[in-house]
C-alpha cells in the first residue's frame, strides 16, 4: 500500500514538472510576492508520525482520510522567478469536517482520525512541490464569521528565510469575501492566494496550483 502510494506522487511529481511550466507559460507573468498572512493559532504541538506530503493516508491506518482528494502544487520561485532548490514546505489544514488535529480547536466537528492534518517536503531542482490532501472543511469562528476552506502554509528557504501565509479557494466565493484575514490582503493582491481547482483526468482528481514568490 505504502509503495502504491509513493508511486502515485513520483507520478504527480514527474507529472506537476510539465504541468506548472504550462501553466506559467500559458499565464501572465506573476508581478507580485506571495502575501504573508497570519501563522493561526493552530501549527502542531505535535507531530504526526506520519510526515510526508501524502495528508490522505497515515502510515499503519487501514483508512483514508473522508473528503474530496486533491492536488496541491506549485513552485517555490524569487521575484526574478528563478527557482529556489531545496525550501522546506508545510501545509496544516483541518479535515473535510473542518476540525484541526489540535488540542486548542474549540470546534466540535468529529475528527477524522485517518487525516494527517500537516506534513512537508521539499522543492526540487525546479523549485517545485507537491502534496497530496483533502479539501478542507470551513469552520466557524465566531456566530457571523466563519472561515473558509483554507491550507496553512510555512516556507523556509535555505537561508532560513520563512513566509507564512494561507490558500483558499476560488469555489468559495461568498465565504471568500466576508473573511476578515483574506480581506485583510488589498484586493488586487488576492488572487495570488487563491486557486481554482482543475479536474486532471489523468489522477482523477482535482488539482489546485499555488506559486509561491519570495
Ligand atoms: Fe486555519
Not at 129 to 149: C, D, L
Request: hydrophobic residues 35%; contains cysteine.
Amino acid at each position: 500500500m505504502i509503495l502504491a502510494r509513493r508511486k502515485l506522487l513520483k507520478q504527480i511529481e514527474s507529472f506537476s514538472i510539465g504541468y506548472i511550466t504550462l501553466l506559467l507559460a500559458g499565464t501572465k507573468q506573476i508581478s507580485d510576492l506571495t502575501p504573508q498572512q497570519i501563522e493561526g493559532p493552530f501549527y502542531p504541538i505535535n507531530f504526526p508520525i506520519d510526515d510526508d506530503n501524502d495528508l490522505t493516508w497515515i502510515a499503519d491506518k487501514k483508512n483514508q482520510a473522508l473528503g474530496e482528494k486533491i492536488i496541491i502544487m506549485g513552485k517555490v520561485l524569487t521575484r526574478e522567478y528563478q527557482p529556489i532548490t531545496s525550501a522546506k514546505v508545510e501545509i496544516w489544514q483541518a479535515c473535510s469536517s473542518g476540525r484541526y488535529n489540535h488540542e486548542y480547536d474549540p470546534n466540535n466537528a468529529p475528527i477524522d482520525p485517518n487525516f494527517q492534518g500537516w506534513g512537508w517536503t521539499n522543492t526540487s531542482g525546479d523549485g517545485s512541490y507537491v502534496f497530496k490532501t483533502v479539501k478542507p472543511g470551513g469552520y466557524s469562528v465566531t456566530r457571523s464569521w466563519k472561515r473558509p476552506p483554507h491550507i496553512h502554509f510555512k516556507v523556509t528557504l535555505p537561508s532560513q528565510q520563512e513566509l507564512i501565509t494561507q490558500l483558499y479557494f476560488s469555489e468559495e466565493k461568498t465565504l471568500n469575501e466576508r473573511d476578515k484575514i483574506l480581506q485583510r490582503i488589498p484586493q488586487n493582491q488576492q488572487p495570488l492566494v487563491i486557486t481554482k481547482l482543475m479536474i486532471s483526468e489523468k489522477f482523477k482528481m482535482r488539482i489546485g496550483q499555488f506559486n509561491i514568490i519570495i
